[in-house]
C-alpha cells in the first residue's frame, strides 16, 4: 500500500446516527447555496424506516436533519439523480416496492413520494436500483431474477418488465451505460450486457469462473461504455472490456494478489465508483483500455482508490465495515459513506 | 428503592430494577376485553418479549351478548434496566468505540505472553505495560464522552461562578475512579489531589438524599442576580466554605471577589473588612499543592517532591494561623464577613467540625481532610480507615454507587469492585473494568482467571465477558462485536459463537455475507459450510434457483446438489425442440465447466453441450467435425453415471438422426453397444415401481432399436 503523505490525508468528519445507516448519497445541489445529503436510516427500537435530508454546514464541518420520510419498510437501494432541475430521489425496499421521491428546492424538504407498492416489480427484496444519469429511468433488479424498467412520466411511474428468469440468475447489481443499455450482475462473478433494442434476454455475458463470489457493485463511465467495473467478494475488483469479453482485467483481489498487484482488501467490496477526483495524467490521451482511476469501500473497513498498474492508496481505515459511499459531482474532493456502527463519515480530500 | 413503574403501555418500556429481590407487578395495558382466554409469552427480537393475549372464543350464547370480536392482541414489551442516564442508542455508541481499546490490549497481552510464555503480568516484562494499560483507560474514557464547556459569551460573566458544562454520565465517573486508582500508576504521588480533582468534575452525579455542593452552587447561582448585599446573605458565605473545603479554589476567590466591600463607593469606609477579605482570597489563591501542575485559570502553586512541598505547607499553614489570631478580626464590623471568613480559616486549618459542617455527605467531608487534614499520600489501608471515619460523621442510609465503589477500591477487595462495577453499571463496566484490574497483583490474577468449579470450569473474567457479549447479541445491531469478546473466552467463546452465528438470519445476502466474514476471520470453516448449506436451501425453496445452487455449491453440499438436480430435470425440457432451455443458460453458465462440486448438476452442463451440437447438425453444417462432436457429446451424456434414467430415451431420440446417419456409421461398435445396453436396461426398468414413463410414442421406442441394429450392422461391416 502506497503512503500517504499527510498533506494529502483526508479530513474526516464522523456523525454518529444513532439509527443503523442503510444508505447515503450526495443530493444534486438545490441551489447556489447549501449541500445536502440523503440517509437512509433504520431504527431498530420502533422498527421503522426513514429517509432523511440532512444540510451539511461548513465550519466546522456538521450535519442535521432538515427533513424526513418514513420508509414502509427498510431501504436496499437509494439512488439520487436530477429531473429537469429537481433532484430525485430513489429508494427500493426489502419487501420489493420502489419509492420516488421528489425534493422541494426552496426549503430541501421531501414532498411528493411516487410508488410502486411490493409484488409488482420484484417478488422479495430489490437488490439494486440504478438510475439514468439525467433523467427518470430507473432499473431494478433482485435475486428472483426479474429485470424490470420503470420511468417517471406524467401521470406517474410506468414500468415494463424487461426480463424474467425465474431465479434461474439472480441479479444483484446494474448499471446504465447508455440510454439504451445497461449491465447487470450476479453471482459466480458474472456480468450481463443488455441492449433494449436487442430484446428477450441479455446481449452478451461474461462468466467469472475464477472463484464464486457475488458481484455487489458496478460502474461505467460515461467516457468508457465499452468497460464494465465490477466489485465483489473476496475483495475483487475487476473490469470487463466488451471488446476483449472473456478476459477481465482484474484491478484487486484474490486473484490479483497473486500477480504483482497488491490487493488493499480480502473481503466484500460493497461499492465502486469512478473517482473524478484523481487526474491520472491526460484521460483523453489514455488508451481506451486503460481502467480509469476508482474508488471502493469494503467489509474490511477501508475506502481505498485503486489505480490500474499502481499501489492501491488507503483513504480511511475504520474498525467496522464501511457498507457504501458516493462522490460529490460538484465537489469531487468530497466523499460521504455509511459505517457499520450507526454512523456517517465525511472525508474532504485536499 | 425504584418503584416501578405504573405507566407501562406497549411502546413503553418496563423498568425493571436488579436491586429488587421482591415479588414485583408490572402491569401491561392491552385492550382486550375480558374474559381472557389464554395468555403465552415468548421470547421476541433483542431485549423485548412478546406477550399474546387471546380472547374467549365466544359460543352460541354470545350472539346478543358481545360484539363478535374474536381474536385478541399481541404486545410487544421492552425490557430495560433502571438506569436511565445512558439511552439503548448512547449505550450502542459506547459499545461500539469500545472495541478498538479493547482488541489493542489484547492483542498486547497476547504478544508480550507469547514473547514470555509465563504467566506473569504485563509488568514485569515489558516496561512498557502500564503505559498499555495507561493507554487503554485513556481511550475508554473518551468514548465516554468528553466534558465540553457549552459556548458562553466571550466576555467573562463576573457573576458566572459555575462554569456550564455538559453534565457528565455516572459511567464516566466511574470509570475515572477506576483509572486513578488502577490505571494511571504515574500518578500515584498526587493521588490526594487527583481525587480532588475527581470530586470536582463528578460531584453532580454524586446520587444522594442529601444535596451536594455543587448543588447548593448551582441554586446560589440562580439566586445571585437578585441579590444586592450578598455578605449578608448566610448562603453566601456556606457555598462559599464549601466550595473550599473541596478546594475549588477558583470558585472561592471569584465569590470573594463578588464582596461588597470592593465596591469603590464602600471601600473608604470597609477598608479593614477588604483587607480581611483580600488577605483571605490572596492565600488561598496561594495554596500549596502537590501535584506537577494546574491547568490554566486554577489557582495554586505546584510542587512536586514532598520537602519541598512540606516547606511550603508548613509556611503557608504558619501565614494562616498569623491572619487567624491577627487583631484586625477586631475592627472587622460586619458580623457576616468576620464569622464567615474566620470559618474559612477553620476549614483551611482542618478543624474537623468546620469541614463536617461544610460538607454535605462523607465523599465531599473525605475530599476536604486528604486536601486539609492529610495532605500526604498515605497507604490505601490508612486511606480506607480515614474513609470510615467519614462515613461515621456523615452517616446516611442510602449510599450512590459511586460512593460504594470508591469504598470497595480503597478496602484493596478485587472482588467487591467487581461487584460494584457489575450492580452499579453494568457488564460492559465490569467486563472493561477488569482489564484493569488484572495487573494489579499477582493474587488478583489468580482471582480472575482461575478457573472455578462453580462456574463450570472457567474463570471469573470469562463469565464476565461472556455475559457482556450475550448483552451484545441480543441486539440486532451490536451482535458482530460479540465475537471480539467471544474469542477471548478461552473456555466456552468458541462454542457461543458458533451459537450465535448459526442463530444469524440468512435471508438477505448482505448479512449472510457478514455472517460469513466473520467466520472466515476466526477460521470456522465448518461453520461457514453449514451456514451456507441452510442459506442455499432457504433461497432454492423460496425460488431463487441460482442462489439455492450457488450457495450449496460454495459449501460442496453434493447430497443437496443431487436432490435439487433431481427436481430440475423435472422442469428441464427434454427434447430438442424445447425453446424454454433456453432460459437454463444462465444457471448453466453459473456451474461453469468444471464438474467440481455441482453434483448431479454436471449432467445439465453436458446436456447442454449436446443439444447444442445436435443443433448445430440440425441447423449447420454437415461437416464431419460438427458431427463427430455430436456423437462424443452423446456417448459422453450416456456414459456418465448422472445422466438420470428418464432422459436416456429422449437423448437417443433426439439423436435419431446420428445413429440412423446416411453417409455411413458414426458410432463404433462399442459405442453402439453401449447405446444397446442402456435401451436394454430401460426396458428392465420398467418393471420397477418407481420407473417414469417417458412421454415419447411405442413408435418412436422401435424406431430408435431399428436404428441402432441397422447402425451396429454397419459398424461390423466397416470394422
Known amino acids: 500500500m502506497a503512503i500517504v503523505s499527510p498533506q494529502q490525508q483526508p479530513q474526516i468528519h464522523r456523525f454518529p446516527q444513532f439509527k443503523y445507516i442503510d444508505g447515503v448519497r450526495w443530493l444534486p445541489p438545490l441551489s447556489a447555496f447549501g449541500r445536502f445529503a440523503v440517509v437512509a436510516l433504520f431504527d431498530s427500537d420502533s422498527d421503522s424506516s426513514s429517509i432523511e435530508i440532512h444540510s451539511l454546514t461548513q465550519n466546522p464541518l456538521d450535519m442535521a436533519p432538515q427533513s424526513a420520510w418514513t420508509s414502509p419498510s427498510r431501504i436496499s437501494s437509494l439512488k439520487t439523480s436530477q429531473f429537469y432541475q429537481n433532484p430525485l430521489v430513489f429508494a427500493s425496499?426489502?419487501?420489493?416496492?420502489?419509492?420516488?421521491?421528489?425534493?422541494?428546492?426552496?426549503?430541501?424538504?421531501?414532498?411528493?413520494?411516487?410508488?410502486?407498492?411490493?409484488?409488482?416489480?420484484?417478488?422479495?427484496?430489490?437488490?439494486?436500483?440504478?438510475?439514468?444519469?439525467s433523467g427518470g429511468e430507473c432499473l431494478t433488479v433482485a435475486e428472483d431474477g426479474r429485470v424490470n424498467l420503470v420511468s417517471v412520466g406524467e401521470s406517474g411511474l410506468n414500468y415494463r418488465r424487461i426480463f424474467d428468469s425465474n431465479g434461474l440468475v439472480s441479479y444483484t447489481a446494474a448499471k446504465w451505460a447508455s440510454p439504451t443499455e445497461f449491465a447487470t450482475g450476479g453471482c459466480g462473478f458474472s456480468l450481463q450486457w443488455w441492449d433494449q433494442r436487442k430484446p428477450g434476454g441479455a446481449v452478451c455475458q461474461f462468466k467469472g469462473d475464477w472463484a464464486s463470489g457475488i458481484v455487489h457493485c458496478m460502474d461505467i463511465h460515461p467516457s468508457r461504455k465499452h468497460t464494465c467495473l465490477a466489485g465483489g467478494s473476496f475483495g475483487t475488483v475487476f473490469a470487463w472490456d466488451l471488446r476483449w469479453q472473456q478476459q477481465p482485467i482484474i484491478l484487486s483481489g484474490l486473484e490479483g494478489s497473486k500477480t504483482s498487484n497488491f490487493s488493499p482488501c480480502e473481503s466484500e467490496v460493497w461499492e465502486v465508483r469512478y473517482d473524478p477526483y484523481i487526474k491520472s495524467g491526460n484521460i483523453g490521451g489514455m488508451s481506451s483500455s486503460q481502467i480509469l482511476p476508482a474508488m471502493i469501500c469494503s467489509e474490511d473497513g477501508i475506502i481505498t482508490s485503486i489505480e490500474q498498474g499502481k499501489q492501491p492508496v488507503e483513504l480511511l481505515a475504520e474498525p467496522c465495515a464501511i457498507n457504501g459511499f458516493d462522490i460529490d459531482h460538484q465537489h469531487p474532493s468530497e466523499v460521504i459513506c455509511n459505517l457499520e456502527w450507526e454512523s456517517v463519515a465525511i472525508l474532504s480530500r485536499p | 428503592m425504584p418503584a416501578p413503574v405504573s405507566d407501562s403501555s406497549p411502546s413503553g418500556a418496563l423498568v425493571l430494577s436488579s436491586s429488587v429481590d421482591r415479588e414485583v407487578v408490572y402491569p401491561i395495558r392491552h385492550e382486550v376485553k375480558p374474559p381472557i382466554a389464554r395468555l403465552s409469552i415468548s421470547w421476541a427480537r433483542g431485549n423485548s418479549f412478546r406477550v399474546s393475549i387471546f380472547k374467549q372464543q365466544c359460543g352460541d350464547n354470545s350472539a346478543g351478548s358481545d360484539d363478535g370480536e374474536v381474536g385478541g392482541q399481541v404486545l410487544e414489551v421492552k425490557i430495560r434496566n433502571g438506569d436511565t442516564e445512558i439511552s439503548a442508542a448512547e449505550f450502542r455508541r459506547i459499545a461500539y468505540g469500545s472495541?478498538?481499546?479493547?482488541?489493542?490490549?489484547?492483542?498486547?497481552?497476547?504478544?508480550?505472553?507469547?514473547?514470555?510464555?509465563?504467566?506473569?503480568?504485563?509488568?514485569?516484562?515489558?516496561?512498557?505495560?502500564?503505559?498499555?494499560?495507561?493507554?487503554?483507560?485513556?481511550?475508554?474514557?473518551?468514548?465516554?464522552?468528553?466534558?465540553?464547556?457549552?459556548?458562553?459569551?466571550?466576555?467573562?460573566?463576573?457573576?458566572?461562578?459555575?462554569?456550564?458544562?455538559?453534565?457528565?454520565?455516572?459511567?464516566k465517573a466511574a470509570w475515572e475512579l477506576m483509572d486513578v486508582f488502577y490505571a494511571d500508576k504515574q500518578s500515584h504521588w498526587?493521588?490526594?489531589?487527583?481525587?480532588?480533582?475527581?470530586?470536582?468534575?463528578?460531584?453532580?452525579?454524586?446520587?444522594?438524599?442529601?444535596?451536594?455542593?455543587?448543588?447548593?452552587?448551582?441554586?446560589?447561582?440562580?439566586?445571585?442576580?437578585?441579590?444586592?448585599?450578598?455578605?449578608?446573605?448566610p448562603s453566601y458565605w456556606d457555598v462559599i466554605s464549601s466550595a473550599l473545603a473541596v478546594g475549588w479554589q477558583e470558585i472561592v476567590v471569584k465569590m470573594l471577589r463578588l464582596h461588597g466591600s470592593y465596591q469603590l463607593d464602600q471601600l473608604s469606609n470597609r477598608e479593614t473588612e477588604n483587607g480581611l477579605v483580600e488577605a483571605v482570597a490572596v492565600l488561598i489563591s496561594k495554596m500549596p499543592r502537590m501535584r506537577p501542575e494546574l491547568d490554566s485559570g486554577r489557582l495554586?502553586?505546584?510542587?512536586?517532591?514532598?520537602?519541598?512541598?512540606?516547606?511550603?505547607?508548613?509556611?503557608?499553614?504558619?501565614?494562616?494561623?498569623?491572619?487567624?489570631?491577627?487583631?484586625?478580626?477586631?475592627?472587622?464590623?460586619?458580623?457576616?464577613?468576620?464569622?464567615?471568613?474566620?470559618?474559612?480559616?477553620?476549614?483551611?486549618?482542618?478543624n474537623v467540625e468546620s469541614l463536617s459542617g461544610a460538607t454535605c455527605n462523607w465523599m465531599e467531608l473525605y475530599i476536604s481532610q486528604l486536601l486539609y487534614v492529610r495532605p500526604f499520600t498515605m497507604g490505601l489501608e490508612s486511606m480506607y480507615n480515614l474513609a470510615e471515619r467519614c462515613m461515621q460523621l456523615k452517616k446516611t442510609s442510602n449510599t450512590d454507587r459511586l460512593m460504594r465503589l470508591m469504598i470497595g477500591i480503597l478496602g484493596e477487595s478485587t472482588e467487591?469492585?467487581?461487584?460494584?462495577?457489575?450492580?452499579?453499571?453494568?457488564?460492559?463496566?465490569?467486563?472493561?473494568?477488569?482489564?484493569?484490574l488484572t495487573e494489579e497483583s499477582d493474587q488478583v490474577e489468580v482471582l480472575l482467571h482461575e478457573e472455578l468449579h462453580d462456574l463450570g470450569g472457567i474463570s471469573i473474567e470469562e463469565l464476565h465477558r461472556l455475559v457482556y457479549a450475550q448483552v451484545l447479541c441480543s441486539h440486532a445491531f451490536t451482535w458482530q462485536i460479540a465475537p471480539i469478546y467471544l474469542t477471548s473466552c478461552a473456555k466456552q467463546g468458541i462454542g457461543f459463537l458458533e451459537t450465535l452465528l448459526y442463530n444469524q438470519p440468512v435471508q438477505h445476502n448482505g448479512m449472510l455475507l457478514k455472517n460469513l466474514e466473520i467466520c472466515r476471520l476466526y477460521e470456522l470453516d465448518g461453520l461457514s459450510s453449514n451456514i451456507m448449506k441452510i442459506a442455499g436451501v432457504y433461497h432454492w425453496?423460496?425460488?431463487?434457483?441460482?442462489?439455492?445452487?450457488?450457495?450449496?455449491?460454495?459449501?460442496?453440499?453434493?447430497?443437496?446438489?443431487?436432490?435439487?438436480?433431481?427436481?430440475?430435470?423435472?422442469?428441464?425440457?427434454?427434447?430438442?425442440?424445447?425453446?424454454?432451455?433456453?432460459?437454463?443458460?444462465?444457471?448453466?453458465?453459473?456451474?461453469?465447466?468444471?464438474?467440481?462440486?455441482?453434483?448431479?448438476?454436471?449432467?445439465?452442463?453436458?446436456?447442454?453441450?449436446?443439444?447444442?451440437?445436435?443443433?448445430?447438425?440440425?441447423?449447420?453444417?454437415?461437416?464431419?467435425?460438427?458431427?463427430?462432436?455430436?456423437?462424443?457429446?452423446?456417448?459422453?451424456?450416456?456414459?456418465?453415471?448422472?445422466?438420470?434414467?428418464?432422459?436416456?430415451?429422449?437423448?437417443?431420440?433426439?439423436?435419431?438422426?446420428?445413429?440412423?446417419?446416411?453417409?455411413?456409421?458414426?458410432?463404433?461398435?462399442?459405442?453402439?453397444?453401449?447405446?444397446?445396453?442402456?435401451?436394454q436396461e430401460l426396458s428392465m426398468a420398467r418393471l420397477r415401481p418407481d420407473f417414469v414413463e417417458s412421454d415419447l410414442t411405442p413408435l418412436a421406442l422401435s424406431s430408435i432399436r431399428l436404428?441402432?441394429?441397422k447402425n451396429l450392422g454397419r459398424a461390423f461391416l466397416e470394422g
Open chain 2, 707 to 709: 436404428a441402432l441394429a
Open chain 1, 93 to 133: 425496499t426489502y419487501t420489493g416496492s420502489l419509492h420516488v421521491l421528489s425534493v422541494e428546492p426552496m426549503d430541501a424538504s421531501l414532498d411528493s413520494e411516487l410508488s410502486v407498492p411490493e409484488k409488482i416489480l420484484h417478488d422479495r427484496p430489490i437488490s439494486c436500483v440504478d438510475v439514468m444519469d
Open chain 2, 541 to 679: 425453496k423460496h425460488g431463487r434457483k441460482a442462489f439455492g445452487v450457488f450457495w450449496l455449491r460454495k459449501a460442496r453440499d453434493e447430497v443437496r446438489l443431487n436432490k435439487i438436480a433431481l427436481q430440475l430435470f423435472d422442469s428441464v425440457g427434454k427434447s430438442i425442440s424445447d425453446e424454454s432451455f433456453k432460459q437454463w443458460e444462465g444457471l448453466i453458465e453459473l456451474l461453469g465447466s468444471e464438474s467440481k462440486n455441482t453434483g448431479g448438476l454436471e449432467f445439465l452442463h453436458k446436456y447442454r453441450d449436446f443439444k447444442k451440437s445436435l443443433h448445430q447438425v440440425h441447423h449447420k453444417g454437415k461437416t464431419t467435425g460438427v458431427v463427430q462432436s455430436a456423437v462424443d457429446s452423446l456417448i459422453a451424456l450416456m456414459k456418465n453415471p448422472s445422466t438420470p434414467q428418464r432422459f436416456w430415451l429422449p437423448i437417443l431420440n433426439d439423436s435419431l438422426k446420428l445413429i440412423d446417419w446416411h453417409e455411413g456409421p458414426l458410432l463404433n461398435v462399442e459405442q453402439t453397444n453401449l447405446l444397446l445396453n442402456k435401451l
Open chain 2, 99 to 171: 472495541v478498538s481499546p479493547f482488541a489493542l490490549l489484547q492483542s498486547r497481552k497476547n504478544m508480550v505472553l507469547g514473547l514470555s510464555k509465563m504467566s506473569m503480568g504485563l509488568s514485569q516484562f515489558n516496561p512498557d505495560g502500564w503505559e498499555y494499560i495507561a493507554e487503554y483507560s485513556k481511550d475508554v474514557s473518551s468514548i465516554l464522552g468528553n466534558p465540553k464547556s457549552l459556548p458562553s459569551s466571550a466576555i467573562e460573566d463576573p457573576l458566572e461562578i459555575l462554569k456550564k458544562v455538559e453534565e457528565p454520565t455516572c459511567l
Open chain 2, 300 to 350: 495554586g502553586e505546584c510542587f512536586k517532591t514532598k520537602p519541598d512541598f512540606t516547606k511550603a505547607w508548613e509556611k503557608w499553614r504558619s501565614q494562616i494561623t498569623k491572619l487567624d489570631g491577627s487583631a484586625f478580626w477586631v475592627y472587622c464590623a460586619h458580623v457576616q464577613t468576620r464569622e464567615g471568613l474566620r470559618n474559612m480559616l477553620q476549614i483551611i486549618l482542618g
Open chain 2, 190 to 233: 498526587w493521588l490526594n489531589e487527583r481525587l480532588v480533582d475527581w470530586l470536582a468534575e463528578y460531584d453532580s452525579v454524586l446520587l444522594t438524599r442529601q444535596s451536594t455542593i455543587h448543588s447548593k452552587l448551582f441554586n446560589f447561582q440562580k439566586e445571585l442576580d437578585d441579590l444586592q448585599v450578598v455578605e449578608d446573605n
Open chain 2, 416 to 436: 467487591v469492585v467487581l461487584a460494584e462495577c457489575s450492580r452499579g453499571f453494568g457488564p460492559w463496566m465490569v467486563t472493561h473494568a477488569m482489564e484493569l
